[in-house]
């Protein structure tokens, strides 16, 4: 079968990949956004509808111990180290319904064309839906492929869930979770047996709506220093009584400390580093706040990105010591949870040479782009296994209600997923 002849059957799949993503909305929409929380109900159904939909095309579908979907069609050469592709199914609270998604059902639209059609791919084709991949649940991210490779510490699995405190450990267990296989760090997958990783995804920014582009090779995922929750502790006191120089008021800290965080980032900027800074979740107690009490806690989120490693450490010293003058000048104390790391991933590079090259034979406007936003393949590029990535233009952003991936975008990328798992470089396994 011809490129082309490959292509219109590909096309045909449209309507399959738009079904599931009508069907994965309308049963996590929360009436504002989508909610499928991780290692809860919503992202156990969007895995089961994932897996009928496999088994209903004649699909090989399995779990490993943490419940991560394996989804596999055998190849000409099945004793040969696979390649497979995907990515994750949960999402953040009332965020949008592409976000991972797009990686898994773009994956499976693929394996589905080659069997519908009788194509074997030179190697075993397995499409990964991980589970939880997002950090907004537990404070950490890629849980369900960390786990896949025994990288679950004690300290992770007693992670409170951010809604109810539920830890990771307890919300395994309720899902079904192999808890002896995980809290033992066996790994459930040899990186030897993969030929290559490869991830669509929809790009979280705002580049390619502005330069016009359908699909973008990624070069590389940023490092991250997380913490999920930082408290400032002053005084209590009544609002109308205490002076500004008498005062350990911990909102106002807590905002002076945000401010000078700021400026050190527009320094660093100013220094040629590429460097990102997010608190995004500050808030006084509300079990004793009010209008006129001078806040005596306030609590606080640090993300900090960075594309290169020394980067990222280089900015968190001075994180560390605007904690330390704050805490000085205005007499109150920071109490710092712990510092949660992901290092950098940079993509395989005759991979994203590949994958470029694919583009540019089918004609689709592309660049190549680092992405800021965490993905489960650096997990995969930590292994040693030849990762590649695939953005996908998407509006508005992503994380938000107002994620909007064009389909036709999405069938773009499902094209050049499919060139590279029928045309697949495997002299680098």
Not at 186 to 215: S, T, Y
Not at 220 to 226: E, K, L, P, S, V
């Amino acid at each position: 079968m011809g490129v082309l002849d490959r292509h219109a059957s590909l096309d045909a799949m449209e309507g399959f990949a738009a079904s599931l993503f009508e069907r994965l909305r309308r049963d996590s929409f929360d009436g504002v956004g989508i909610t499928r929380e991780s290692y809860a109900p919503g992202e156990t159904m969007a895995h089961k509808l994932i897996a009928h939909t496999a088994r209903q095309e004649g699909l090989q579908v399995g779990e490993d111990a943490a419940k991560n979907l394996i989804i596999a069609l055998p190849g000409r050469e099945p004793e040969k180290p696979f390649i497979a592709c995907g990515s994750h199914l949960d999402s953040v609270p009332q965020g949008g319904n592409f976000d991972g998604a797009a990686g898994v059902v773009a994956g499976l639209t693929v394996v589905v064309d080659l069997k519908r059609t009788g194509l074997v791919p030179p190697r075993t084709v397995k499409v990964f839906a991980f589970r939880a991949e997002e950090s907004a649940w537990f404070g950490k991210s890629w849980l369900g492929s960390n786990a896949m490779f025994g990288r679950l510490s004690d300290a992770d699995l007693s992670l409170p869930r951010a809604t109810n405190g539920q830890t990771l450990r307890d919300a395994m267990r309720t899902t079904g979770v192999d808890l002896d296989a995980i809290c033992g760090g066996k790994r459930l997958l040899d990186p030897a047996q993969l030929a290559a990783f490869l991830e669509i995804h929809i790009e979280q920014g705002p580049v390619m709506v502005a330069r016009d582009l359908p699909v973008a090779v990624v070069t590389g995922i940023y490092a991250n220093i997380r913490h999920m929750r930082i408290v400032c502790h002053g005084r209590s006191e009544h609002g109308g009584g205490v002076p500004r120089g008498m005062r350990r008021d911990a909102a106002f800290a807590v905002a002076h400390l945000i401010v000078r965080l700021d400026a050190a980032w527009q320094e660093f900027e100013r220094g040629g580093d590429n460097v990102v800074v997010t608190c995004g979740m500050i808030g006084t107690n509300p079990d004793d706040h009010a209008i006129s009490r001078i806040p005596g806690e306030a609590s606080f989120s640090v993300e900090i990105r960075a594309e290169r490693d020394d980067t990222l450490e280089r900015f968190y010293g001075p994180f560390e010591a605007e904690c330390r003058a704050v805490a000085a000048e205005r007499d109150v104390r920071f109490e710092v949870d712990r510092r949660i790391v992901n290092m950098a991933a940079p993509m395989d590079g005759r991979w994203v040479k590949h994958l470029n090259g694919i583009c540019t034979r089918l004609n689709l406007a592309h660049e190549l782009l680092p992405s800021g936003g965490g993905h489960d393949a650096a997990l995969f590029v930590h292994a040693g296994v030849p990762t590649a990535m695939l953005f996908i233009r998407n509006e508005h952003g992503s994380h938000n209600p107002r994620e909007a991936m064009r389909m036709d975008d999405f069938m773009a990328a499902t094209k050049v997923l499919h060139e590279a798992l029928c045309n697949p470089l495997l002299g680098v396994a």
